[in-house]
């Protein structure tokens, strides 16, 4: 599964919001308990390579770097693994509290916050990299921050009518923003996947986040097992879900 696809992912997920928020039972234990042992995992991983890097080192294990751009500096494609990432994680994070809020408990919320703050620190520690490592070039700084705008005004899209319904707009990259996207909508509501403008946003988001140059890198074990548990989490062969999974995104399903 190539990085490129994890946008996709997200979308699916933001789109068919309800199926998962609206499920009445409990999310297991065990999932609960993967999930944050998946995510602890990951940052651990990205925070060693980034002190690496940060101190003029080569990151440990070269495997975190498998289908990496030959000469470009390693510090711009752990950063676009980091901001990808986030994109898929943060709508995560929304679905799981909003689950909650909708059942009435507070089971989840301490866990995804939890995670939620994990990535803000590696996020952040990212960021600083880029602009301290002096390896890289004027053009890999600007492909960084288009990617950043990319992945936030994405997120604010799919995730606004969420976090209106629900109150969670500390969740926001910009909450003007997203309070604008959500006053944009015609109907106010979730995304429908039968109507124009998830098609319209579907292609879009495609046609920003190409499987090509460094988004073309394979995902990390972890972040595959991750996208995994998210979509299991979702109803089982439901209909309106399937009929926008592409193959690519099937296989994450059930790999």
């Not at 301290?132 to 950043?148: C, F, T, V």
């Not at 996947?193 to 879009?204: E, F």
């Not at 988001?205 to 972890?222: C, E, I, M, W, Y």
Request: glycine share 6%; with cysteine; net charge neutral.
């Amino acid at each position: 599964m190539k990085l490129a696809y994890l946008t996709e992912v997200a979308a699916i997920m933001a789109a068919h919001s309800q199926l998962f928020i609206e499920q009445t039972d409990e999310i297991s234990s065990e999932a609960v308990g993967d999930y944050y042992v998946l995510s602890r995992n990951r940052f651990n991983r990205w925070m060693r390579d980034l002190n690496d890097l940060e101190h003029g080192l080569p990151i440990s294990d070269p495997l975190h770097l498998v289908g990496h751009i030959v000469g470009r500096p390693a510090t711009r494609a752990i950063t676009e693994q980091i901001l990808i990432n986030e994109m898929i994680s943060r709508i995560w994070t929304v679905l799981l509290l909003a689950r909650d809020v909708n059942n009435g408990i507070d089971r989840i919320r301490p866990v995804a916050r939890n995670i939620h703050l994990g990535h803000l620190a590696v996020r952040h520690k990212a960021l600083g990299v880029v602009l301290a490592d002096d390896r890289m070039s004027p053009g890999d700084l600007l492909a960084i921050d288009q990617l950043r705008k990319s992945c936030e005004r994405w997120t604010d899209l799919l995730c606004c009518s969420i976090m209106g319904q629900y109150n969670l707009w500390e969740f926001a990259f910009d909450k003007d923003r997203g309070r604008e996207f959500l006053r944009d909508r015609v109907d106010q509501a979730g995304l429908s996947h039968r109507s124009r403008s998830w098609v319209l946003i579907l292609a879009g988001l495609r046609h920003s986040f190409q499987d090509t140059d460094g988004l073309s890198a394979p995902v990390h074990d972890d972040d595959r097992r991750l996208v995994r548990l998210m979509l299991n989490s979702f109803p089982e062969h439901a209909p309106e879900m399937t009929f926008w999974m592409g193959s690519r995104v099937r296989e994450a399903r059930q790999c």
